[in-house]
């Protein structure tokens, strides 16, 4: 088991199989959207885990919910992935290492491969934490355990 801390933020553990993505590997991934954070992957199983804060004010953070986050993101990333064929699989809660989590999963194509996503958000104090986890939607069963795994391993800070 690898572990990695991501800044004041939380302990990342995930297996020996996954690699920390360099910044020219990221690159290559085309993002959505820059910030502070890291990936990991393990191209074996095709996974890939993005994991990514930003800090925001206290009225800010008093005032926005999980779900409203979550929301706002969807639509922002079904116009972005419109393109790739972007199609809501739905919303999800979850419990993550102790915290609420809000998310929604989705599909799309990349390179005639239909790709399984799920997104979550966490706010932990003024800290917003962005998790999302990549597969090939034809293994999203046999993976979602390793996903679930490093959810579960979370440290928060």
Known sequence: M??????????????DSFHEMTE???A???F????????????????LVSVGYQQVNGFAAMMLSGKDIITRDEKIIAKRMESLGYCREGFVKK???GKKADGMCYTYKKDDVVMYAESLVIKNGRTLCYLHYYTR?????NNVRIWE???SRIQWQ
Not at 3 to 14: A, E, G, K, N, P
């Open 137 to 141: 939607n034809e293994l999203k069963e």
């Open 24 to 26: 020219r590997e990221m």
């Open 2 to 15: 690898k572990s990695t801390r991501i800044d004041d933020v939380m302990i990342l553990s995930y297996p």
């Open 95 to 97: 419990d993550v290492s």
């Open 149 to 151: 795994s490093i959810l």
């Open 32 to 47: 959505l959207n820059d910030g502070k954070g890291l990936c990991i992957s393990d191209p074996d199983s095709h996974i």
């Open 28 to 30: 290559e991934k085309q």
